[in-house]
C-alpha cells in the first residue's frame, strides 16, 4: 500500500519491491476487502488514493517507520551499537585504570549509555552477584559461587617517589634501601599491607610508617609534598603520576591480581562481552609490563 501510494502506479510498485503487478493488485484488493473501504480509485491510468486512504496512509507510515526502528536497534544490539551497560569497581580502579577502557569503548560504541559505579569490594561483590550492574572489576581471589571470574591483568607493586629523592637514582628499591624513609602506605588490615610488612620483616626490618591512607591518588599526592615514599600497586598508581615524581619497582615482588567479574546468571550479552574484549586490550596496552 506504501508503495502503490509513493509510485501511483502498481507496476512500477510491483518492481521496486521485487513482486508482479498481478501479485500487488491482489494484495491491495485483499487488503481493501479486509478494511471494508476502498484504498484507490483509477484517474487516467494512475491509482489515486482515497481519502480514506490517505489517512489509513498517514498510520501505515508511522507504523514502518516503527518497524524500521525495531530492525535498526536489532542491527545495532547484535553489533553492541546501542544499549545500556552498568559496571563497578573499586574506587582506585575505577578512577586509575577504567577510565582509558571506558572511553575507548565509547569511541567505538557511541550510542551505548554507560554506568561506571565505584565501590568497595565486597558492595561490589554483591552488586555483581544480583545484577544489579552487568559486570565488575575485582581484585583476586574472588569468593563465591554466584561470580564468574575471569583473569584479567597483574600488576607488580612500587614506590612512586619526588623525582629529585636521592633513591630515585635506584631502579628497584628494597627495604634495605628504604630502612630510614618515612613510607606513605595502603591498606592497614588489608592482605597487601600484610605482605608489605612481611617484605620488611624479611630484612629484619619495620616499615618507617609517616601516613597510612587508603587510595592512591592521596598516596601519590602525598608523596609529590614530600611526605614519603608511597609503596603502591604500579598499575593503578600510573594515573597519579606527574613530571615531579617517579615510579620504581619494588623488591620483593608483591603481586596484584584482577579479575572481570559478571554473575553466573548473566548469559549471552554481547555488549558486555564486548565491553570486557575492549578491556582485555587497553590492559595490554596500558600494562604490558606488570
Given at each position: 500500500?506504501?508503495?502503490v501510494?509513493?509510485?501511483?502506479s502498481?507496476?512500477?510498485?510491483?518492481?521496486?519491491?521485487?513482486m508482479?503487478q498481478?501479485?500487488?493488485?491482489?494484495?491491495?484488493?485483499?487488503?481493501?476487502?479486509?478494511?471494508?473501504?476502498?484504498?484507490?480509485?483509477?484517474?487516467r491510468?494512475k491509482?489515486?488514493?482515497?481519502?480514506?486512504?490517505?489517512?489509513?496512509?498517514?498510520?501505515?507510515?508511522?507504523?514502518?517507520?516503527g518497524?524500521?526502528?525495531?530492525?535498526?536497534?536489532?542491527?545495532?544490539?547484535?553489533?553492541?551499537?546501542?544499549?545500556?551497560?552498568?559496571?563497578?569497581a573499586?574506587?582506585?580502579?575505577?578512577?586509575?585504570?577504567?577510565p582509558?577502557?571506558?572511553?575507548?569503548?565509547?569511541?567505538k560504541?557511541p550510542?551505548?549509555?554507560?554506568n561506571?559505579?565505584?565501590r568497595?569490594?565486597?558492595t561490589?561483590?554483591?552488586?555483581?552477584?544480583?545484577?544489579?550492574?552487568?559486570?565488575?572489576?575485582?581484585?583476586?581471589?574472588?569468593?563465591?559461587?554466584?561470580?564468574?571470574?575471569?583473569?584479567?591483568v597483574?600488576?607488580?607493586?612500587?614506590?612512586?617517589?619526588?623525582?629529585?629523592h636521592?633513591?630515585?637514582?635506584?631502579?628497584?628499591?628494597?627495604?634495605?634501601?628504604?630502612?630510614?624513609?618515612p613510607?606513605?602506605l595502603?591498606?592497614?588490615?588489608?592482605?597487601?599491607?600484610?605482605?608489605v610488612d612481611?617484605?620488611?620483616?624479611?630484612?629484619?626490618?619495620?616499615?618507617?610508617?609517616?601516613?597510612?591512607?587508603?587510595?592512591?591518588?592521596?598516596?601519590c599526592?602525598?608523596?609529590?609534598?614530600?611526605?614519603?615514599?608511597?609503596?603502591?600497586?604500579?598499575?593503578?598508581?600510573?594515573?597519579?603520576?606527574?613530571?615531579?615524581?617517579?615510579?620504581?619497582?619494588?623488591?620483593?615482588?608483591?603481586?596484584?591480581q584482577y579479575?572481570?567479574?559478571?554473575?553466573?546468571?548473566?548469559?549471552g550479552?554481547?555488549?558486555?562481552?564486548?565491553?570486557?574484549?575492549?578491556?582485555?586490550a587497553?590492559?595490554?596496552?596500558?600494562?604490558?609490563?606488570?
Amino acid at each position: 500500500m506504501s508503495e502503490v501510494m509513493r509510485t501511483g502506479s502498481a507496476t512500477a510498485a510491483a518492481a521496486n519491491l521485487g513482486m508482479t503487478q498481478p501479485g500487488v493488485s491482489r494484495t491491495l484488493a485483499q487488503l481493501e476487502r479486509t478494511i471494508g473501504f476502498e484504498l484507490f480509485y483509477r484517474d487516467r491510468g494512475k491509482l489515486v488514493p482515497t481519502k480514506d486512504g490517505r489517512l489509513l496512509a498517514e498510520e501505515v507510515e508511522f507504523a514502518l517507520a516503527g518497524l524500521q526502528r525495531v530492525a535498526n536497534l536489532a542491527d545495532d544490539i547484535a553489533n553492541s551499537a546501542a544499549g545500556e551497560l552498568s559496571v563497578v569497581a573499586p574506587p582506585s580502579f575505577a578512577e586509575g585504570v577504567l577510565p582509558a577502557i571506558v572511553a575507548s569503548f565509547l569511541q567505538k560504541h557511541p550510542g551505548v549509555r554507560f554506568n561506571l559505579d565505584s565501590r568497595s569490594l565486597e558492595t561490589s561483590r554483591m552488586m555483581i552477584a544480583t545484577r544489579v550492574v552487568d559486570c565488575g572489576f575485582m581484585k583476586m581471589p574472588i569468593a563465591g559461587d554466584d561470580l564468574r571470574c575471569e583473569p584479567l591483568v597483574s600488576s607488580g607493586s612500587a614506590c612512586v617517589l619526588p623525582a629529585r629523592h636521592p633513591l630515585a637514582a635506584h631502579e628497584v628499591l628494597t627495604p634495605d634501601l628504604l630502612r630510614d624513609a618515612p613510607l606513605i602506605l595502603l591498606g592497614s588490615g588489608r592482605q597487601w599491607r600484610i605482605q608489605v610488612d612481611q617484605a620488611f620483616a624479611g630484612y629484619r626490618l619495620r616499615p618507617t610508617v609517616a601516613i597510612e591512607t587508603h587510595t592512591h591518588g592521596s598516596a601519590c599526592a602525598l608523596a609529590a609534598r614530600g611526605v614519603g615514599i608511597a609503596i603502591v600497586n604500579r598499575l593503578l598508581a600510573r594515573a597519579y603520576l606527574r613530571d615531579d615524581l617517579v615510579m620504581r619497582s619494588f623488591a620483593p615482588p608483591i603481586v596484584h591480581q584482577y579479575a572481570s567479574v559478571t554473575s553466573i546468571n548473566l548469559h549471552g550479552s554481547r555488549l558486555v562481552s564486548a565491553f570486557l574484549d575492549e578491556a582485555r586490550a587497553e590492559l595490554a596496552k596500558i600494562a604490558p609490563d606488570d
